[in-house]
């Protein structure tokens, strides 16, 4: 590459080279540790593959018997949907509402701010096992607290009934800090001068509120709820740690239903069916979600 | 309804970590089989190998493979370095898996590449003996002599397995692996609970119905004190207290579930009936991560005998272990006993030093170093075992051993796919102590269930 024969073509070709090589260690990574085992899985799932004899081929059959003879698929997809919309909706108007209040010029809000966070850094494990002590029936804090007030508190992970509420509840608390965050930066990218020149006109906060601090801040609104609904649908540890799917696969979300069928049960046929069941589900959400943003979510440029 | 973790359900349930991942990529874990954390060989063999005048050049290779936990690979490593001893010219590469240890066997064995010689599984015996994965040591252990007799007879059945059969144990079969230990379920009961509610302690006589009683006694759920923890429908189920009542888990022939024999019936009721009728135990639901007997919430307790080791760090209050209670009709005290072992993959290049490697392990002078380092697991030789039987705490220890040499039967979860059979209808019984839902009708329904498993199973067993 001498400078009399670098002709811009030639040059650029040899930048192209150079590129190449610095993002071919990624590339490959990605190639081997992400699309080929999501290809293998695809046609790990028309087999039967209990990974000591070879896969057999079966054809459509793992995809079929997920809805006829299998026992668990639908409940736990169910229990997934419920948990989803549980989770989402609920803690995305939570994390607004706290967001709302940390963007006033309150005292200490670094500090509320920092609380807030915690539980998005604190260790998964520890926070499940918290709220196991919370949840725990005969002296856990919650039923505790309500026997002071002659309340008789149930079971809240025992039973069918509570346990699924109960991880909702703490998967929301769990997943708030994230999204105050989130909301946070968005309610500040607001331009002042909007919020002027409302008060100018006269306008009172809830005014202020649904007119421009709304609409202008719904795309990140849309942001937080298609990654929520995303993440929310393959969550796994938070659940697992604290009541392994029980009781009786109450709490058995969908994600726990593959583990259990790939590594406990060495189904990999089955489970790779699963997979991709929740993928046609989580993708089916999404464009759902895209298509209804048309009629809510407000691009400030666009218009 | 997992109220405590054993070793075994947290290997089964161990693997949070892979968590948040790439949902369709995650199923087959198939590709990153080579990315296996390279076990360290530099270190411990060649380190404490006392060979070290002679020369140190290895010639032959041996891969040793086991799952994991704190403290268990440098026992593991010392015990290895015992057979090096006399194999100085042998080098084993040790591989020691943390999680998802038996994923990781069959991506190595659907690879090619398994190991020669590693830890066992009961519960596999037959999935991978009848896939032929498994090196037959029948003819080994006749011509060395190795004291098979010598061991726990319910012990050594968990590696036999005849051609065919549906579940490990059979007349006639052969043997597939060595069994390490011999672990047993206890029950333990807290004395100072005794003692203040005015109760004497079970005898060497009492009943079912004599321990329903003494908890009545000693419950108090004002003050979160109560007689008996249920029994976990996982360990009820593998023959503790249900063989007692002649009640069984599936006809012989494994074609149906007898899970709603009257027999069984009974005996899951009277379990259920501690918490909906007589109110002796804690309502299930309680925080997963404590032990309510070493919490001092409950009077008694049955579980495996592996907790001995963590209930003898109780400082609180008094107490010990005892025979199972007879059951008042049948007058029988079964408890279950399982075993993990060795065995060694039929792969192997050398089936000789393999197999030199296992008995090593499984042999007396193995299972005796092996407790010597603390891992305690009663030995599947009585002899070796009441080292660790006549140790204290608690008082009674040998009362462990006595129960197991009177009434000891294999752990009922070695038939072909039971944890598929078991996933499918535990939930029915498991809504029956979770919400106090009928006992008979979930009987009933998990029986139902039970057969067709056993039906879908067969057909896979014989395909």
């Known amino acids: 590459m001498t400078q009399d024969s670098g002709s811009l073509k030639q040059r650029r070709r040899y930048e192209e080279r150079i590129a190449w090589l610095f993002i071919t260690p990624v590339v490959l990574g990605i190639l081997i540790f992400q699309i080929y085992p999501t290809i293998f899985s695809l046609y790990a799932s028309f087999t039967t593959w209990n990974l000591i004899t070879p896969p057999r081929w079966v054809g459509l059959e793992n995809y079929v018997s997920l809805f006829t003879t299998d026992r668990f698929f639908i409940k736990s997809m169910w229990n997934t949907i419920r948990y989803t919309l549980g989770v989402v909706l609920p803690s995305m108007a939570i994390s607004l509402f706290f967001a709302s209040l940390l963007n006033q010029n309150i005292r200490f809000k670094h500090g509320y701010r920092a609380i807030y966070f915690v539980p998005v850094v604190a260790p998964t494990v520890a926070l499940a096992l918290l709220w196991g002590w919370l949840y725990e029936p005969n002296f856990g804090i919650i039923n505790a607290t309500l026997a002071t007030v002659g309340i008789k508190g149930p079971s809240w992970l025992g039973t069918t009934t509570w346990a699924l509420r109960s991880v909702i509840i703490m998967a929301i608390w769990a997943g708030i800090g994230f999204q105050i965050v989130i909301f946070l930066a968005g309610l500040q990218g607001i331009s002042q001068e909007y919020y002027e020149a409302a008060a100018i006109d006269g306008a009172n906060a809830w005014q202020k509120f649904a007119k421009i601090t709304m609409p202008l801040l719904s795309p990140v609104t849309f942001f937080v709820l298609v990654t929520g609904v995303i993440g929310t649908f393959q969550d796994f540890s938070l659940v697992w740690v604290l009541t392994r799917g029980g009781p009786a696969g109450a709490t058995q979300l969908i994600v726990m239903y593959l583990y259990g069928l790939a590594f406990q049960l060495q189904k990999m046929g089955r489970a790779s069916a699963v997979a991709y069941a929740v993928f046609v589900v989580v993708v089916g959400l999404t464009i759902m979600n895209f298509i209804l943003s048309k009629r809510w979510v407000f691009y400030e440029e666009s218009n | 309804m997992p109220s405590k973790l054993s070793r075994r359900t947290f290997l089964r349930g161990a693997g949070i970590g892979a968590a948040g991942m790439a949902l369709a990529a995650c199923a087959p874990a198939a590709a990153p089989a080579p990315a296996e954390p390279a076990a360290p060989v530099a270190d411990a063999p060649a380190a404490e190998a006392p060979a070290a005048d002679a020369p140190a050049s290895a010639t032959t290779n041996m891969v040793f493979s086991s799952y994991t936990w704190s403290g268990y690979e440098a026992a593991m490593r010392d015990v290895i370095a015992g057979w090096n001893t006399d194999h100085p010219d042998v080098e084993v590469e040790q591989q020691y898996i943390a999680e998802d240890y038996w994923t990781k066997i069959q991506t190595q064995l659907a690879g090619g590449t398994p190991p ?348």
């Open chain 2, 116 to 463: 020669d010689v590693g830890i066992a599984d009961y519960a596999r015996v037959v999935p991978y003996a009848s896939s032929g994965v498994l090196l037959d040591i029948t003819e080994l252990i006749a011509r060395d002599s190795f004291p098979l007799d010598d061991m726990f007879p319910a012990a050594v059945a968990q590696y036999r397995w005849a051609k065919g059969d549906f579940d490990s144990g059979g007349d006639g079969g052969n043997m597939y692996g060595l069994p390490s230990d011999a672990q047993s379920y206890i029950i333990a009961y807290n004395k100072t609970m005794f003692d203040e509610a005015g109760v004497a302690y079970p005898t060497d006589d009492w009943t079912w119905d004599d321990l329903v009683e003494m908890g009545k006694k000693i419950t108090k759920p004002d003050e979160n004190k109560w007689g008996m923890q249920y029994i976990d429908p996982t360990v009820f189920t593998k023959g503790n207290f249900l063989f007692s009542a002649d009640g069984s888990n599936y006809t012989p022939d494994f074609k149906k579930s007898m899970v709603d024999s009257p027999e069984s019936v009974a005996a899951w009721k009277w379990n259920w009936d501690l918490i909906y009728t007589h109110k002796i135990a804690p309502p299930p639901g309680a925080q997963a991560s404590t032990n309510p007997f070493m919490s001092g919430q409950v009077a008694m307790v049955v579980d495996g005998v592996w907790w001995i080791s963590d209930f003898a760090s109780i400082t609180d209050f008094e107490w010990d272990v005892a025979l199972y209670p007879k059951h008042p009709d049948t007058g029988k005290r079964t408890t279950s006993l399982e075993s993990d072992g060795w065995w060694a993959y039929k792969s192997t290049q050398d089936a000789e030093m393999a197999w030199s490697l296992l008995q090593y392990l499984s042999n007396q002078e193995g299972q005796t170093r092996f407790g010597d380092l603390g891992y305690v697991i009663p030995s599947c030789f009585p002899a070796v075992g009441e080292r660790w039987y006549t140790q204290k705490p608690p008082e009674n220890r040998l009362k462990v051993l006595d129960n197991i040499t009177q009434e000891s039967h294999k752990v009922d979860l070695t038939y072909y796919e039971f944890w598929t059979c078991w996933a499918a209808y535990s939930p029915s019984l498991g809504v029956a102590f979770s919400d106090g839902a009928d006992i008979e009708a979930a009987c009933a329904e998990a029986a139902q269930i039970h057969t067709e498993e056993l039906t879908a199973a067969w057909e896979r067993f014989q395909a």
